[in-house]
């Protein structure tokens, strides 16, 4: 454990439920180096677990938070009787944060923020950005979880639930502590990132003593002056989305938008059930175009989607030519185990689908090739991700890592993973460039 180590102090209402809240808050706490105070004086913050469930109890909880915020003043509420914000900000104006029973993942953030927990290498089991899986420079930041939509062919509302957003207090702080620990790019992911915050309405957290919404441009912004790479995946073409582009064109976060378009036939999304105005995208795709000429547009397709005609997939085609999208996966239709979708007709025979799936690749192959080839020339920004005696590998800000091309740089094996470097792009073939280190 670390010397010095922040204190908290806990204040436990309601049922053993609650109990158990607290008893989380609090490994959670105690596995970052918390020590737990028993009074008020020797704690740094004090959490006060709240109970909503009788008149009584509400009434015994704001006498508990009216206490900790008279004898201590740093004061975390959380509980059930956190779902009425509005009456304890309205006696207790200066609470550091309030939120609802389970969310303690808030709790712990709240507590983080008003005494941060402090990092001992030679002790600690854990360091302060968390484990990871990926490379040092890159890390992917999960924004919230579950989804509200509906597709057909998707079960992944039952599997995680609806979306549940986390507070954006806690999201930043995390993408700062990855930012410390040496990442250089952030890959923004969830089910649904446009729609982050809507489930919490999209309400305002403390981050650096100032208030910042849980809402998807105010995430992107604030990410964005971080100063790394900041990659948004898993974004739908809703028209809040416009915002965020203009913050591509200033070079704040990467001119990069991963949309999951499925289909762009109109009869197919209807059977997806996903929004379908194929024509009113392509608009918004040449606008956003207009604004960042350099945006790329990663998608992912469905082939032999049940009912799905020939005229569907011409149509397909030629969105993918038309919208230009510079990146695509393509998947087969599957019929996944109690999915809507399952009872639908006219099912696509796997010959078909297979022809069409090749198909697919074939013209995004062709819209990707054309795209590169525009770049040849350019002075472009690259990312390091390996290197060996044959050169560098990287990618550019059109590339997302595993799933997009790559940027080869013949012969410098000078160069580290996580490099950013400038480069002239010499070749371009149908996925990737290479390009001279400048
Ligand atoms: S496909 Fe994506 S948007 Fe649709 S329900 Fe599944 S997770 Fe949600």
């Not at 989380?24 to 020590?35: D, E, S, V």
């Not at 974004?235 to 762009?264: N, S, W």
């Not at 608009?283 to 945006?295: K, N, Q, S, T, V």
């Not at 595993?402 to 371009?428: M, W």
Request: one cysteine or more; hydrophobic letters at 40%.
């Amino acid at each position: 454990m670390s010397t010095n180590a922040p204190s908290v102090g806990i204040v436990s209402l309601g049922c053993p439920k609650a109990l158990v809240d607290s008893e989380r808050i609090l490994t959670k706490l105690r596995a970052q180096g918390y020590t737990v105070s028993p009074d008020y004086d020797g704690a740094d913050v004090v959490i006060v677990n709240t109970c909503g469930f009788l008149d009584s109890a509400k009434a015994e909880s704001l006498e508990a938070i009216g206490e900790a915020v008279a004898e201590n003043g740093r004061v975390v509420v959380t509980g059930c009787m956190g779902v009425e914000e509005d009456r304890i900000r309205s006696e207790f104006p200066d609470v550091l944060s309030v939120t609802g029973p389970h969310q303690y993942e808030a709790v712990v953030g709240a507590v983080n923020e008003a005494a941060p927990p402090k990092h001992d290498p030679f002790v600690d089991l854990v360091p302060p950005e968390g484990l990871r899986l990926t490379p040092r420079h890159y890390a992917y930041l999960k924004i919230s979880e579950g989804c509200n939509n509906r597709c057909s062919f998707c079960i992944i509302p039952h599997l995680r639930g609806d979306l549940a957003s986390r507070p954006i207090n806690r999201v930043l702080l995390e993408a700062e502590k990855l930012a410390n620990a040496g990442v250089k790019e952030l890959l923004v992911i969830s089910q649904d990132t446009s729609a982050y915050g809507v489930d919490l309405k999209y309400q305002e957290s403390d981050f650096r003593g100032r208030a910042v919404k849980t809402r998807f441009f105010d995430l992107a912004r604030e990410l964005g002056d971080l100063g790394i790479w900041i990659r948004l995946h898993y974004v739908y073409p809703y028209p809040h989305v416009d915002q965020v582009i203009p913050l591509m064109a200033d070079g704040k976060i990467l001119p990069y938008l991963d949309i999951p378009f499925q289909h762009a036939s109109p009869p197919v999304l209807k059977a997806m059930r996903r929004p379908a105005h194929a024509e009113k995208t392509l608009e918004r795709i040449r606008r956003w175009r207009e604004i960042c000429p350099d945006l790329a547009i990663r998608s992912t397709f469905i082939v032999g989607f049940p009912g799905e005609t020939e005229e569907d997939f011409e149509t397909l085609l030629d969105f993918i030519e038309d919208a230009d999208i510079d990146r695509v996966g393509c998947f087969r239709y599957e019929p996944v185990a109690g999915a809507k979708s399952n009872d639908l007709p006219n099912p696509v025979p796997d010959d078909v689908t297979e022809e069409r799936w090749a198909a697919l690749m074939e013209t995004a192959q062709a819209v990707s090739a054309a795209r590169l080839k525009t770049k040849v020339g350019r002075e472009i920004d690259v990312i390091i991700d390996s290197v060996d005696s044959d050169g560098a590998t990287g990618r550019s800000v059109w590339d997302a890592p595993e799933i997009d091309g790559s940027v080869f740089l013949p012969h410098e094996d000078d160069l580290s993973p996580g490099d950013i470097v400038r480069a002239r792009v010499a070749k371009a073939t149908e996925y990737d460039l290479e390009a001279d280190l400048i």
